[in-house]
């Protein structure tokens, strides 16, 4: 039983950049977060998505923008990077709204 | 929109006593609290979660009570083991809809053998 992907483990950025992560929820699942942790804290809300809609915003500024796929994959893409984006960035999926939350392993981002 | 305050940030127990967490959170509609356990460089991992229609749940040496009226809840762990050494933290939402979760900012617990 697959539980969530993330891809990829680490990434390391400079400063002004573009990154794509890239999320696969557990198969059945139609719904996909994405947090952010920064060291020492717990994850903070980003985006939600359900059935290819965007379903929750968390307060990121326009530079953080998301979608999901047919097949319910879902991208996290972030403009112009600034040292604090520096994190891990978690996905999470579940069945539908409301269910509980799985977590993927995260991916890894510097930004130098 | 909600806030969770988790209490303590570190705590450190002997094995084979309890550990408790604490949490407060601030939005009475909020009716989902789940734990989670991350080990360093790991995921969160699900390990209990309790729904606002029952006061308390339990998995072996795992407990979890909630309070509504005071708006807390609190994770509770007998006999602590080595392996129980992570980084616990709680969250809140509600169980339905749009809403995702709020967590706290976690707890480190330390089992010395």
């Known amino acids: 039983d697959a539980g969530v992907t993330q891809s990829p483990t680490h990434l390391i950025k400079t400063r002004g950049q573009q990154v794509t992560l890239r999320c696969s929820p557990i198969s059945g699942h139609k719904s996909v977060s994405w947090y952010q942790q920064v060291l020492g804290q717990g994850p903070q809300f980003i985006f939600q998505?359900?059935?290819?809609?965007?379903?929750g915003r968390g307060n990121f500024p326009d530079r953080f923008s998301a979608r999901q796929f047919p097949n319910y994959s879902s991208e996290l893409n972030v403009n112009a990077l600034l040292l604090g984006d520096s994190a891990l960035y978690l996905c999470?999926?579940?069945?539908?709204?409301?269910?509980?939350?799985?977590f993927g392993p995260g991916t890894r981002l510097t930004v130098l | 929109g909600e806030n969770v305050e988790q209490h303590p940030s570190t705590l450190s127990v002997q094995e084979g006593d309890s550990a408790v967490i604490k949490c407060t959170y601030s939005d009475s509609a909020s009716n989902y609290f789940p734990w989670y356990k991350q080990e360093l460089g790991k995921r969160p991992q699900l390990i209990i979660d309790i729904r606002s229609n029952v006061g308390e749940k339990k998995d072996q040496r795992i407990a979890v009570t909630l309070n509504k009226t005071a708006k807390h809840f609190s994770l509770h762990i007998t006999e602590t083991q080595p392996e129980d050494s992570a980084v616990y933290f709680c969250a809140a939402g509600l169980n339905s809809g749009y809403s995702t979760l709020t967590f706290g900012k976690g707890t480190m617990l330390l089992v010395s053998p």
């Open positions: 999470a999926s579940r069945w539908t709204l409301g269910d509980t939350q799985y």
């Open positions: 998505y359900y059935e290819k809609e965007e379903r």
